[in-house]
């Protein structure tokens, strides 16, 4: 059995005070063993990197989005729309940004259109391009928005 550097079993006394009551590191990008030493405790808790909620789009198709999380760079920001009623495809777009007074990303706020079937006049231009995403709000569509930290920026602040 490995004496773990301790010449011995080591004794809860020992063991304890390798345990350290400072926060996690962060995940990182690239994997890294670690030059530490001391162990993390059993309920420790890494930071969040992402910010999920669920919403529906306003009557003008806008949503102030407040994130789970603050982000000190531009977060990556995909929504998702739950199934519309009437099928038909609905695009988001980050209209402007949140941030609070030292300058970090609190929220976004999203505008969601949606896209309308074309008419059928013209059966080429309608098979090539079949939706006009130009068509209008899309009000009362619910649909989750998730933020996560990029990875290839780092905080400005």
């Not at 590191?25 to 910010?51: C, I, N, T, Y």
């Not at 977060?75 to 199934?83: D, E, L, Q, R």
């Not at 068509?135 to 990875?151: H, L, P």
Request: aromatic share 8%.
């Amino acid at each position: 059995m490995a004496d773990f550097g301790f010449g011995g079993m080591p004794s809860m006394t020992q063991l304890r005070a390798l345990l350290t009551n400072s926060s996690p590191a962060p995940e990182a990008v690239a994997a890294a063993p670690g030059a530490g030493q001391f162990a993390a405790r059993d309920d420790h808790k890494h930071e969040r990197l992402s910010s999920v909620t669920v919403q529906t789009l306003g009557a003008n198709g806008d949503q102030t989005i407040t994130f789970t999380r603050s982000f000190a760079s531009m977060p990556g920001v995909m929504c998702t729309a739950y199934k519309p009623s009437d099928n038909l495809p609905v695009t988001f777009e980050v209209k402007s940004w949140v941030q609070d007074a030292q300058g970090n990303y609190s929220g976004c706020v999203i505008h969601g259109s949606k896209a309308q079937t074309l008419p059928t006049v013209i059966a080429l231009l309608s098979a090539l391009v079949g939706f006009n995403i130009f068509a209008g709000n899309a009000v009362g569509t619910q649909f989750s928005c998730i933020a996560i930290q990029a990875s290839n920026i780092q905080p400005s602040n």
